[in-house]
């Protein structure tokens, strides 16, 4: 099935695996094959938006049909030159559904995809970036290193569960890439401390916040900014991609809550 909408710009498909490999330990790498069809309607898609996807989950008798729940990933990579698109997970056991999925999925499974078309560019211009994530935000924040250009410089922290987990980020632009590590996540991370001890360099004329992290670390970070610097909002993008404790699920329910 395969469908577009003009006014709201949102694509449907159903793609097969092509390939798939662990980019380190708890890194999965999932590609899969563009046909004829989706060349066309992923003309306009950008590598490192968002995208959803749509995970079957089979319940314990296995003889129902299968349910489908909708996460919120990556689209790490699009290549139509080579007709593959690339989705990294996160390797975090079987109780994650996305998970689950990706540490099972074999060449010729197949995987229901949403995405929107946008040629917006991932972040807005600046002369200094800072980038911040934890193992989640590793593909989005890789895709965007790999798109600015070369005049201009960004620093990155990443945390990840080891050494081990450490990928190496492709840029034209004049980066520099700090690790931390984290085996449990959820449990708490370092990045907001990081952040906060970060000292811009003097006489940069514009500078831009990414981060994209655990809902509290988030949440800390976007405060320091906003309320302790007095931060331009246009100037940051932080964002929650998981809640410790929460399902994606759960977590979308209490944000509806927040704006009802």
């Not at 949102?10 to 380190?24: A, H």
């Not at 981060?211 to 909002?233: C, G």
Request: with cysteine.
């Amino acid at each position: 099935m395969i469908t577009s909408s003009i006014t709201s710009r949102k694509i449907r498909s159903v793609f097969t695996v092509k390939d798939k490999k662990y980019l380190t330990p708890h890194l999965i790498r999932v590609v899969f094959k563009i046909d004829e069809n989706q060349m066309e309607l992923l003309t306009h898609v950008r590598s490192g938006s968002n995208n959803k996807i749509c995970i079957p989950v089979h319940r314990e008798d296995q003889k129902s049909e299968p349910v489908f729940i909708t996460r919120t990933y990556t689209n790490r990579k699009i290549d139509l030159e080579n007709r593959e698109l690339t989705i990294d997970f996160v390797a975090h056991g079987e109780n994650s559904p996305a998970s689950a999925w990706a540490l099972n999925a074999n060449p010729g499974d197949s995987l229901e995809i949403g995405m929107k078309e946008s040629t917006r560019p991932l972040i807005p211009d600046a002369d200094l970036y800072l980038l911040v994530g934890d193992a989640t935000a590793l593909p989005v924040i890789s895709a965007i290193a790999e798109q600015l250009p070369s005049f201009v410089n960004a620093k990155i922290f990443l945390e990840v569960h080891g050494k081990e987990d450490e990928v190496i980020l492709c840029s034209a632009a004049d980066i520099s890439v700090e690790w931390l590590y984290n085996s449990h996540p959820e449990q708490g991370s370092q990045l907001a401390d990081v952040v906060k001890s970060f000292v811009f360099p003097k006489g940069i004329l514009k500078e831009y916040v990414y981060a994209a992290t655990e809902y509290t670390t988030a949440k800390e970070i976007r405060t320091y900014f906003k309320t302790e610097l007095n931060w331009d909002a246009h100037g940051m993008h932080v964002v929650s991609y998981w809640k410790a404790g929460q399902s994606e699920d759960e977590t979308s329910r209490e944000r509806q809550n927040q704006r009802d």
